[in-house]
């Protein structure tokens, strides 16, 4: 089956390491993605991580990847307040349309 | 020009109004999608063109109707919207569907509100 699953809230303080948490189970996912939403906004693709991968740097962004745990993380280093978005997480189903399958969404909110 | 955008960015319609919402790219890609976002959730795939055909309806009901003119084109024509339709609608493109890595380009979406 597909589903992805992420904790709703995060909260941090500015110039700290945010980390959002995705778990996935359609373990035949080729590619997992982070978008990220600002309020009124459509989705902007942030970094990518291809399933043969355990780990990608962007940047301030990290995401690692736990295969066998079908567990995605994303790492925001030194986090500031236009980091507060919404994010998701969202694999390929390979079931031949590669639609993407989002997770629910995690607001990260970035204070002084 | 790697934009997508997307027309009007807000429209107020009645249940017995018929409205159209537009998307367009210049970015070549040859899959376009229409997603409905409800406050608080991710979007939700409503319908997938793929060369101008349509290769995906998630079960829209009829009242959605979608169009794609031309490969930069796409069109969502509304009538006899219910209040539950309110929500805010992105259109995204790719560069084609098929490929296991499916970047998706989403435009900044149309707020809908139906009274």
């Known amino acids: 089956g597909e589903d992805v699953e992420q904790s709703l809230f995060l909260s941090v303080r500015e110039g700290d390491s945010s980390v959002i948490n995705c778990t996935y189970t359609?373990?035949?996912?080729?590619?997992l993605y982070w978008y990220k939403q600002e309020p009124g906004a459509g989705l902007q693709l942030l970094t990518y991580?291809?399933?043969?991968?355990d780990m990608k740097q962007d940047q301030r962004l990290t995401v690692l990847l736990n295969k066998k745990d079908k567990h995605l993380s994303l790492r925001i280093a030194d986090t500031q307040t236009g980091d507060s978005a919404i994010y998701f997480c969202?694999?390929?189903?390979?079931?031949?349309?590669?639609?993407?399958?989002f997770g629910a969404g995690t607001r990260l909110a970035v204070h002084p | 020009d790697t934009e997508v955008t997307q027309t009007p960015k807000h429209l107020v319609m009645g249940m017995t109004n018929k409205k159209s919402l537009k998307c367009e790219q210049h970015?070549?890609?040859?899959?376009m999608y229409w997603y409905k976002q409800k406050a608080k959730k991710p979007p939700e795939l409503m319908f997938v063109?793929?060369?101008?055909?349509?290769?995906i309806n998630e079960s829209v009901p009829s009242r959605f109707s979608p169009e794609c003119p031309n490969s930069s084109l796409l069109n969502l024509h509304l009538h006899a919207l219910q209040p539950e339709d309110s929500a805010l609608y992105l259109c995204?493109?790719?560069?084609?569907?098929?490929?296991?890595?499916?970047?998706?380009?989403f435009g900044p979406g149309t707020r809908l509100t139906v009274l």
């Open positions: 995204a493109s790719s560069p084609n569907q098929g490929s296991p890595y499916n970047e998706q380009f």
């Open positions: 359609d373990s035949s996912s080729t590619y």
């Open positions: 991580i291809f399933s043969n991968m």
């Open positions: 969202a694999e390929s189903n390979r079931g031949g349309y590669n639609k993407l399958i």
């Open positions: 970015m070549g890609h040859r899959a």
């Open positions: 063109y793929s060369y101008e055909k349509l290769s």
